[in-house]
Each structure stands twice: as structure tokens, then as C-alpha cells.
T-cell receptor, first 113, second 113 residues
Framework: NAGVTQTPKFQVLKTGQSMTLQCAQD?????MYWYRQDPGMGLRLIYY???????DKGEVPNGYNVSRLNKREFSLRLESAAPSQTSVYFC????????????FGDGTRLSIL | AQSVTQLDSQVPVFEEAPVELRCNYS??????LFWYVQYPNQGLQLLLK??????LVKGINGFEAEFNKSQTSFHLRKPSVHISDTAEYFC???????????FGSGTRLQVQP
């Protein structure tokens, strides 16, 4: 049982390059989330998708776009990468109710030079 | 708006000693409370959650937490830690309407032999 799978695990980009981070879950969850983790700041929500076909901004959406491709997949795109976007990115999924825990992938470590 | 404060960024402790990791939250609505653990180079795993009912919640790996509504706290405790408990611990809150988690900045637990 894979849970939440993120690809790639590591990536180095140059400033201005674009990239898409992929996320897929096999738990039939309705909701999916993208967070970024920076030292001393915990995890901050970038975008989320409450259900297939919907997406909403989180706390730090600037510089990112998302696509909920189907119920399983939720991708995060950086159109023009900036050094401030160097971070560890986590995808998560849940049943979509506030009382249900989220299940996390292992993260994508992204460095932008 | 919700916020979570983890009062200690690092907690060093000797093996087999007790430990308490502190978490305070702020919210204008009722919330659900979670503790997650992150081992090096991994995603987050759920330790325990408080939804309602008994204010003392037991989780995995011998951890427990107590919800205190009057003090808006949800402190995590373990009576005797092991080297394998070395990790970063995150407190988080959610509510029904927001459907996403608000995280604290994390506490790094360092268990020394």
C-alpha cells in the first residue's frame, strides 16, 4: 500500500526554470494538499483541493499553480522558479473532514540556484 | 484565523527520562488537534489526535497528550523516551470549515544516551 507518492524526491533548478511536482494517492481520498516546509517555520499550506475539480489558495500561493488532474493526482507547478522557493514540498491527502488526519508523502527537496 | 505556538524549538533529554513538548493554539472556533512526528528525510506521521470527549489522548509509541480548553493547550508527553524518539514533532489544528491544517513551527526532540 503506497499511500501518498511524490515525484521527484530531489531536484535542482536554475532561477527562471519551470517545473511540475507530481503527487498521487491510492487511498480514495477526496482532499489533497500541498505544503512547503522551511526551517523554523513548520509547514505552510500552498494550495489545497477539497474535492476533484476544485482548488483553493492556502497561506502562501504566490508563484505556484496547481492542477487536480483526477481524484488520485494533484500536481504543483512553479512557472518561473525563484531562490525563495527553495524548500521541501509535501503533498498530503485526507477524507476531507476536519477531524480526519492527513497522510503525507515523503517530500520533494527542491533547490533553486 | 488560527495559530499554533510550539514554545520550544529544541528539547534535549536523556534516554529513559520523561519529556513534555508544549503546544498552545489560538482559534475563534472549535478545533481538532493533532500531533505529528517527522523522522529525518521522511514525511509526517500521525502520533495522536483530539476530536472530542476525554481530554487525555493516547497515541502511538507510548505518547499521550492532554487537551486543556481553558489554557488552549495540547501538550505532548512521554514518561520514558528512547533514542528512537529523536525526531521533529509538530502540533497542528484544523476545523470543519477550513479543511486544512495549521502547523506550529516544530520542536526537535534530541534524545541522548
Amino acid at each position: 500500500n503506497a499511500g501518498v507518492t511524490q515525484t521527484p524526491k530531489f531536484q535542482v533548478l536554475k532561477t527562471g526554470q519551470s517545473m511540475t511536482l507530481q503527487c498521487a494517492q491510492d487511498m480514495n481520498h477526496n482532499s489533497m494538499y500541498w505544503y512547503r516546509q522551511d526551517p523554523g517555520m513548520g509547514l505552510r499550506l500552498i494550495y489545497y483541493s477539497a474535492s476533484e475539480g476544485t482548488t483553493d489558495k492556502g497561506e502562501v500561493p504566490n508563484g505556484y499553480n496547481v492542477s487536480r488532474l483526477n481524484k488520485r493526482e494533484f500536481s504543483l507547478r512553479l512557472e518561473s522558479a525563484a531562490p525563495s522557493q527553495t524548500s521541501v514540498y509535501f503533498c498530503a491527502s485526507s477524507d476531507g473532514q476536519g477531524n480526519q488526519p492527513q497522510h503525507f508523502g515523503d517530500g520533494t527537496r527542491l533547490s533553486i540556484l | 484565523a488560527q495559530s499554533v505556538t510550539q514554545l520550544d524549538s529544541q528539547v534535549p533529554v536523556f534516554e529513559e527520562a520523561p519529556v513534555e513538548l508544549r503546544c498552545n493554539y489560538s482559534s475563534s472556533v472549535s478545533v481538532y488537534l493533532f500531533w505529528y512526528v517527522q523522522y529525518p528525510n521522511q514525511g509526517l506521521q500521525l502520533l495522536l489526535k483530539y476530536l472530542s470527549g476525554s481530554t487525555l489522548v493516547k497515541g502511538i509509541n507510548g505518547f499521550e497528550a492532554e487537551f486543556n480548553k481553558s489554557q488552549t493547550s495540547f501538550h505532548l508527553r512521554k514518561p520514558s523516551v528512547h533514542i528512537s524518539d529523536t525526531a521533529e514533532y509538530f502540533c497542528a489544528v484544523s476545523d470543519l470549515t477550513r479543511r486544512a491544517l495549521t502547523f506550529g513551527s516544530g520542536t526537535r526532540l534530541q534524545v541522548q544516551p
